[in-house]
């Protein structure tokens, strides 16, 4: 049986492996929680707010590099491809940088998208 993604909803992380069931974003706790070895993956929703509710998700994993450590890549499906962009270590994924990327991946601003094949 899988396990619930963790999600993130209005600033906060929501874990069922969470002893306090969610963390704030941009906290000690939550970039704590980003490097845990544990964290490997959640989900963040595509806010649309001229429609005014959520409009999709994306997924962001953390991927290890070659060279060691990990960092963190978010992917959405988009036309049938997956598109994948890079966030960075855990301690540049921020509530901003998401937002970014969500924007991003919204697809008001593709262009510099990475595209990967399914």
């Known amino acids: 049986m899988a396990t619930k993604l963790p999600r993130i909803s209005e600033q906060w ?9 969610c963390v704030q974003l ?6 704590a929680w980003l490097a845990a070895v544990t964290t490997t993956r959640f989900s963040y929703p595509l806010y649309d707010r001229e429609l005014g509710y959520i409009v999709g998700w994306i997924t962001v ?11 963190w890549v978010a ?15 855990s ?10 990327i969500a924007c991003r991946l919204q697809g008001k601003e593709v262009a510099n998208t990475e595209h990967v094949g399914q």
């Open 13 to 21: 992380v929501y874990d069922v492996a969470l002893l306090e069931g």
């Open 61 to 71: 994993r953390k991927e290890q590099r070659q060279r060691g450590g990990g960092y």
């Open 75 to 89: 992917y959405r499906r988009l036309g049938g491809q997956v598109c994948k962009v890079y966030l960075g270590s």
């Open 26 to 31: 941009d906290t000690p706790a939550w970039f």
């Open 91 to 100: 301690g540049a994924v921020t509530a901003q940088r998401l937002q970014a």
